[in-house]
Every structure is written in C-alpha cells, then in structure tokens.
C-alpha cells in the first residue's frame, strides 16, 4: 500500500477516538444526563490538555520553522474562521436549543465544528505522530464534553433515546472526514504551506481553549477541583509529551 494511503488510514483510525467519546457522551446523557458542575469538570480537563498540546508540540514546532509570514496569515485566518463559527452559531439560534430552529442551529454549529477538530487532527498529524496522537486524545475528552450537551440539548427538544444516539453518531462522524481531508490535503506539501496550516490550528486550538471550553465550563461557579482538573490535564499531557 502507498505510504500515503498508510498515513491516511493511520490518522482515520486515530480520529475514531474522539468519536467513540462522543458517541459515549451521547448515549450517557441520552440515558442520564450529567449536571453541569460535572461537564464543568470535564471542560476544564478538555482545556488543559489541548492547551498543553498547544504548547508542548505546535508552538515550538512553528517558531522553529522561522516563517514569519506564513505564520502571521495562517493564524490571522485560524481566528477568522473560529470567529465566523461562533457567528453562525449565533445566527441559527445555539443559545435556543428548546425549539426546532434552535436544534437546526445548535446541529449545524456543531456539525461544523466536529468536522474542523476532524481537520485539526490532520494537520497535526503532519506536525508529528507524537503531536498528533496527542491532540487526538485531547480532543476526544472535549468531543465527550460536546456529546453530552448535543444529546442533552436534543433530549430537552423532544427527541427520543434512540434518535439522539442516530443523530449524535452522524454528527460526530464528521470528525473522521475531517481528520482524513487533513491529512490527505497535506501530503507532499511545501514547508511553507505546512507553516501556514499549522499556524492557522494554533489559532483555533488557541480559539477552542479561551472562547468555548474555559468560557463554558466558568458558568458554573468556579471552584479548587475544577482549577486542579485544568492543571492537571495540562501536566498530565506535559508529561506524556516528554515521555514519548
């Protein structure tokens, strides 16, 4: 088999961590749902680990490179992107989940994102197999996040056990098609061009840490447990990274 198609299937398999935690965090909360201290624990932890990858792998890889400009618009478009996510969540009512419309919003907010962390574990892939299989397991805990609030949002719409399990898998898939568009996207690809991808998934691994995981898990009370779940993933991972 072509040593393309190897990388490929290697990175395919990798993304179906993340969703089997999402399909899991579905069928929990589809089942019994958990409270919102308990997925502001899981946030934390989500924020630690992928803060850590970020700056444990990416970000010495990127300033090693010495691209300056590759990196200024690589991560110029990163935060545009993530920006432009957070307007269309907004826009298709993912603050309404109770209603039809706000389901179609949150879903296709969602949908969008799942494929996006799909891409973002391509990429980084190409930055290493240490750094990928890292940030693979580190999204899996924030996909385990967003799979209970997909399926509590659903449950609180009227969907039934079976259909917010169908839903949530489909969904969740998402992020295996974007893990193997990554990765076949950047195969052969220049070191500038690499610069330039690279950059633009710091921004939005940077974007996901400070304006979704943390800002969520802070409307609940903040309390030592919680701050200790951040810094311990964050170690956790610091570790993992020098061990491998």
Do not use: W
Not at 177 to 182: D, E, I, K, N, T
């Amino acid at each position: 088999m072509p040593d393309s198609l190897q990388s490929l299937g290697g990175v395919a398999l990798f993304a179906l961590i993340p969703l089997l935690a999402a399909i899991s965090g579905a069928v929990i909360a589809a089942y019994r749902p958990p409270n919102s201290t308990v997925r502001s624990y899981i946030q934390h932890l989500a924020a630690g680990v992928v803060f850590s990858v970020v700056a444990v792998e990416l970000l010495p890889q990127i300033v090693a490179k010495h691209e300056p400009f590759e990196v200024a618009l690589g991560f110029s478009l990163g935060v545009a992107v993530m920006l432009g996510i957070r307007h269309l969540a907004k826009r298709f009512g993912e603050d309404k989940p109770s209603d039809a419309k706000g389901t179609t919003g949150l879903l296709a907010a969602v949908g969008v994102d799942i494929a996006l962390d799909g891409l973002l574990i391509g990429i980084t892939f190409s930055a290493g197999e240490t750094a990928g299989r890292l940030l693979t397991c580190a999204l899996a805990i924030e996909l385990l996040s967003l799979g209970l609030a997909v399926a509590a949002a659903l449950g609180k719409a009227g969907a039934s056990r079976r259909r917010i399990i169908t839903t949530t898998t489909l969904l969740f898939s998402l992020v295996v098609v974007g893990a193997a568009v990554g990765a076949l996207s950047l195969q052969n690809a220049s070191q500038e061009f690499l610069e330039l991808v690279l950059s633009f998934g710091l921004a939005a691994l940077l974007y996901l840490v400070t304006e979704e995981l943390l800002i969520e898990a802070h409307e609940e009370p903040e309390t030592p447990l919680a701050t200790a779940m951040f810094f311990g993933g964050f170690l956790l991972f610091l570790i993992l990274g020098m061990l491998e």
